[in-house]
């Protein structure tokens, strides 16, 4: 279970108080966080460090330094680029930090996350996860680095197989070894793998909190959109700092209240079919065990925490009297951010600042491109179908066969 949004609507509170509350029923439930700038330890009023520690009953809390574990998943492809930069004259210290590549600590955050969610010692695992933007590029990494890594190895290895006995005889240059592209190959085809299949899972979700403020709420919506064009599931929207029914009755806050009660009703509308759970504003800070429990209690009062409250819809490919399709979910997307082309057998569509590159069945690899339909909730591209090749149309009329398009790259 994944909560981010906005920085500052109070995302950390809201994860630390659902663990609180899962294991209040009895539920084994950890919390991580995976955002660089640490809270939950303040949050819990405990100094938390990348082992999990007990709690309460049931509850364990962890915040993942990722510097700590680049060596694990990072550290002979870390050393190669380290050892090139200092051969080019590059101070020590700067070296190091060119050698951290773009998107490195996310994804070695995410492979400790997937480390302790692989292990079976918990029911839930509950993640603090950066603001919006940053949760985001994290979510989205494992898709992206696998397909940028995945064209580059083959060839930096084929270059290298050739070059590298020839070279070491004639430059002292630093030149990768099979051990680096070995583990390069582990990262790429095993774990990162393994983070695009949890990421998308169906028992994995993504919950967007917010507060009852116009900008926090755009800025959820196209978020949610984004999740839903890399078929990273939402669940719910938590409307944090709601005002209690007994401050909404004093003079000074009945506008505020009204203004709030609006925000919910568009809240609910937006992201919908998505429910919006409800978190009052208490009366004092929420640290401490106790509290969150009590903000717990309010927040699901009549739902269980770790429960999925929603399916999100997946990337569909069949045919209709039209011809071959692709149904993308697009909850909320704007016609005029949107962008879509057939580049190599790939479906390229970029939402916004987003672009996915998804890999086509066989069966239309080849088409060309008739149509795109957006409505409020997905994008449907038609594609030309056999006949239009003068080839067989006959076959496969009505048959959805999503299944069938492989691996996204």
């Given at each position: ?12 509170t ?33 100094r938390?460090?990348?082992?999990p ?36 004259g590059?101070?020590d ?6 050698a ?15 480390k ?10 509950i ?14 990494l ?9 064209l ?5 290895k084929?270059?290298t ?12 240059v ?13 990262l ?27 900008m ?30 007994e401050a ?9 209240s ?49 429960d ?7 990337v569909?490919?069949?045919r ?22 057939v ?16 890999r086509?069945?066989?069966?239309i690899?080849?088409c ?6 957006l409505?409020?909730e997905?994008?449907?591209?038609h ?27």
């Open positions: 279970m994944l909560y981010t949004g906005k920085g500052g609507v109070g995302k950390t809201i994860a630390a108080a659902t663990a609180v509350c899962a294991a209040e029923r009895g539920r084994r439930a950890l919390v991580v966080s995976a955002d660089a700038a640490h809270s939950l330890g303040d949050v819990f009023e405990r938390l460090g990348p082992d520690i007990g709690i309460a009953p049931h509850l364990e809390a962890s915040e993942v330094d990722p510097r700590a574990e680049m060596q694990n998943h990072w550290g002979r492809i870390r050393d190669f680029l380290v050892a090139m930069f200092r051969y080019q590059i101070e210290v700067v070296a190091e930090e060119l951290q590549l773009p998107g490195a600590e996310e994804i070695t955050t995410l492979l400790a996350v997937e302790l969610a692989a292990s079976g010692r918990y029911d839930l695992l993640v603090d996860c950066a603001p919006t933007g940053s949760a985001l590029r994290l979510a989205t494992p898709e992206l680095g696998h397909r940028a890594l995945r580059l190895l083959p060839t930096m084929a270059i197989s050739i070059g590298t006995p020839i070279a070491q005889k004639i430059v002292s630093p030149l990768p070894r099979s051990e680096v592209f070995r583990d390069a190959e582990t790429i085809y095993e774990k990162l793998a393994t983070l695009r299949k949890r990421i998308t899972d169906s028992q994995t979700s993504v919950r967007i909190v917010v507060t009852p403020e116009r926090v709420i755009d800025e959820a919506r196209r978020a949610y959109t984004e999740f839903a064009l890399f078929e990273i599931p939402c669940d719910a929207v938590v409307m944090n700092r709601l005002l209690p029914d909404a009755r004093e003079h000074f806050f009945q506008h505020w009204r203004l709030q009660e609006e925000r919910c009703r568009e809240a609910e509308e937006v992201f919908a079919p998505l429910p919006v759970l409800r978190a009052p504003l208490l009366a004092d800070q929420v640290t401490g065990c106790e509290r969150l429990a009590e903000l717990g209690r309010h927040l699901f009062a009549k739902a269980e925490p770790g999925v409250f929603s399916k999100s819809a997946r569909r490919f069949g209709d009297e039209v011809g071959y399709f692709a149904q993308i979910p697009l909850p909320n997307a704007r016609g005029d951010d949107l962008d879509v082309v580049v190599e057998a790939e479906l390229v569509i970029t939402a916004g600042a987003r672009r996915r590159f998804l086509l069945p066989r069966r690899a080849r060309r491109v008739l149509s795109a339909k409505d409020a997905r994008l449907t591209v594609f030309a179908t056999t006949a239009d090749r003068g080839e067989d149309r006959t076959a496969d009329r009505g048959e959805d066969w999503t299944a069938d398009r492989g691996e996204d790259r």
